[in-house]
T-cell receptor, first 112, second 112 residues
């Protein structure tokens, strides 16, 4: 069964600290993996997208890694800001048919 | 602005009623996807259209239907509304395999 599991479900961190979110998937055949940021009540916004051959990609203070062998990805947030408070969703695309499988998301709360 | 336009932004209606949500994809994108997100839940895939034809179906109720028009905009019709249909409804568009998958800002439906 094609699944995407994210951990932790929620996370509270202090402003200025770093954190790492995890995503494990079983989707096969794999096409690409994306991380989205979703502010409460807003549409998800793409942070990074990685294909099989890419193992790291950065977008400002966000750095995503991908290990296609172990089917794991992480999203690292550096020097967190209050505006980083949001849900972060890992989405894996299947190679055939562009079918997307969504993880349940990690809710991050950054406190001053 | 993501380029994907959803209207209306908010909708309040009574149980038993019918509503239509509208989505205009990014210029050039042929695929439109509809998602439902209930309070504090993940995104649930409803249906996909590609160039006017239904391409994939997810957990879409029989009371719900959608279509994509020749100008590529899409409408999601929700009928016999129940309290449990209250949710955010997102539309996303894509140009093809994997890349360019962009969400709109959503329609918040409240059924009272």
């Amino acid at each position: 069964k094609n699944q995407v599991e994210q951990s932790p479900q929620s996370l509270i961190i202090l402003e200025g600290k770093n954190c790492t979110l995890q995503c494990n998937y079983t989707v096969s055949p794999f096409s690409n993996l994306r991380w989205y940021k979703q502010d409460t009540g807003r549409g998800p916004v793409s942070l990074t997208i990685m294909t099989f051959s890419e193992n790291t990609k950065s977008n400002g203070r966000y750095t995503a890694t991908l290990d296609a062998d172990t089917k794991q990805s992480s999203l690292h947030i550096t020097a967190s800001q209050l505006s980083d408070s949001a849900s972060y969703i890992c989405v894996v695309s299947k190679a055939a048919g562009n079918k997307l499988t969504f993880g349940g998301g990690t809710r991050v709360l950054v406190k001053p | 602005d993501s380029g994907v336009t959803q209207t209306p932004k908010h909708l309040i209606t009574a149980t038993g009623q019918r509503v239509t949500l509208r989505c205009s994809p990014r210029s050039g994108d042929l695929s439109v996807y509809w998602y439902q997100q209930s309070l504090d839940q993940g995104l649930q895939f409803l249906i996909q259209y590609y160039n006017g034809e239904e391409r994939a179906k997810g957990n879409i109720l029989e009371r719900f239907s959608a279509q994509q028009f020749p100008d590529l905009h899409s409408e999601l019709n929700l009928s016999s509304l129940e309290l449990g249909d209250s949710a955010l409804y997102f539309c996303a568009s894509s140009g093809g395999q994997g890349y360019g998958y962009t969400f709109g800002s959503g329609t918040r439906l409240t059924v009272v």
